[in-house]
DNA sequence: TTGCTCCTCACGTCACGTGAGGTGGC
DNA sequence: TTGCTCCTCACGTCACGTGAGGTGGC
């Protein structure tokens, strides 16, 4: 018959409760979770099954990863209000976690059965065509996140937008935005918004209108949402590096699907276009060192 | 406009890869990613735009929590089926890591809009009825987890069952299976489990039936698979324990959905039932030291 | 010349795991 | 008495982060 009024020793208490010794040591000079009782003479440490309940909840928060300094604050906190903030905060950032690994098991899932070399990307050179396009071009904080580059992506088609319609013109297509500096994104962006017109309208814009050349470009399609995208680009940017072409103008980026066509971004596709060319031979330069 | 041809030092090649200098170098010692050149004289390590994408997959490998040395097998391992296997093995892991965490978010979403402690349960004392029953009574080794033990209780079941069967007899209600050394678990299981009997089976079965005697029980009801009832169960524990009541027999287990009722795990419904009763003034037994 | 970046140690972090060497409990 | 458990250091683990002190590049 077991009896629950007892005292535990540490291994015993440990088993119970699914913790280890050693964890529990822990938890005791952190002021976690005391022994009921400590043994002055041998320094045992007794385990009342009283403190079962606390020990199971210190397993929890460990299983969501919660870190001891938190998990001390929700044990020991007496203000159900702030325990309540800090797993609601902790809630946030653990389902933001899983919903972010779950599609990355889905991608794993979606190249495991092929063959093809898991998380690749197809990278192909197409013909683009020339497009007549007006434009504006923004310098944006790179240290700030994507979200200021949105926002400035948004106004500026507007107000291409508005300024065709106050001429009584309308866009040919959707948006192009041209990437003029990618290798350095994190000191700032460099984005120019064009907005096609046929010719007609460009006729009326005189110099505002400007052809947007054609030509071979090397392109990848990338279908998840924005925050996704950098192994598309970087199997992009690193095709066209191994072949060792040259880049002869901006990245474009073609919102094939984006906000205007879903709600879920995981459906956003977004396609990536870089015009190149064959690198001439350029003895001259043995690129070993970084340009400048 | 950029050139992708160019080496990058390792500063420029870490943001554009959106690792860090320092994970760069670990990578290199490991041999997971070294740099496409190194300056002799001054240790500088250059970077090459078509290592791109073998970064952008470590850091995805690295996201999902591949150890190092996994990485270095995916990375540099030229049998594309070994490397599917690792991708698959770890898949399955993630997958289970990710339910499990969902569930407990899920739990803890259910309990941080009330008023009640998170994660706790709630322990009500129950006057239970005597049964009569038939038992079966086994040991089960606990180091090899809780297979054994269910595979057990079905086996004592369909024993029970078929017995009163060979008699023309059926059991009078579901199983319940008595435990009768919680705070060993973890060097045996020792079950009993029980089958209703009605009283006039009873009298047909003379001695094999036997009363489950009645009384006041703590109890408490856990919704959710079995992996996930330790919570619900050390609450009881810690409960009865808190009150100083003693147990008056072994604990009881009600299965009151399981997988005769659902496909689903988390729909199971698990009963615990303990028989106490206050515990006697006892002041020759000071409880400081564990009973042996 | 001035910042900025790079280099190599070396130590810190987090929550334990794992002995080492010694003692306690039955 | 014999295992088994407990104790306290102390060091190892994993994948980096963070200076310290010095150098390189433009």
């Not at 822990?26 to 309940?53: C, F, N, V, W």
């Not at 606390?54 to 938190?70: G, H, M």
């Not at 030509?215 to 996704?228: D, H, N």
Request: contains cysteine.
């Amino acid at each position: 018959m077991d009896d629950l009024g007892q005292l535990l020793t540490i291994g015993r208490f440990a088993r119970v409760a699914g913790l280890t010794p050693k964890a529990l040591r822990i938890y005791e000079r952190m002021g976690i979770l005391r022994p009921a009782s400590i043994d002055p003479d041998t320094g045992y440490r007794y385990y009342s099954l009283t403190q079962l309940e606390t020990a199971e909840t210190v397993r929890l928060l460990r299983e969501l990863e919660v870190p001891l300094t938190q998990v001390r604050v929700l044990i020991t906190g007496e203000d159900p209000a702030a325990i309540r903030d800090v797993l609601a905060r902790h809630r946030v950032i653990l389902e933001e976690r899983l919903s972010h690994l779950s599609r990355l098991v889905d991608r794993l899932e979606g190249t495991l059965g092929s063959d093809r070399e898991p998380l690749s990307h197809d990278v192909v050179v197409e013909e683009e065509p020339a497009r007549l396009v007006v434009s504006l071009r923004r310098q944006i904080a790179g240290d700030q996140g994507d979200a200021p580059l949105n926002a400035a992506e948004w106004a500026c088609e507007a107000e291409l937008a508005a300024s065709l319609a106050a001429r009584g013109l309308a866009p040919a297509g959707r948006p192009i935005t041209l990437h003029h500096n990618v290798l350095q994104w994190y000191e700032h962006y460099d984005v120019e918004v064009c907005l096609p017109v046929d010719a007609g309208a460009a006729g009326q814009l005189g110099g505002e209108a400007w052809e947007l050349p054609g030509g071979p470009c090397a392109t990848t399609v990338f279908r998840g949402p924005w925050e996704e995208l950098s192994p598309a680009y970087a199997a992009l940017m690193s095709w066209i590096a191994r072949r060792r072409l040259a880049v002869v103008g901006p990245a474009r980026w073609f919102y094939l699907v984006d906000e205007r066509d879903t709600v879920d971004p995981r459906e956003y596709v977004t396609r990536f276009s870089w015009p190149v060319r064959e690198r001439p031979l350029d003895p001259g330069r043995p690129s070993i060192r970084p340009a400048s």
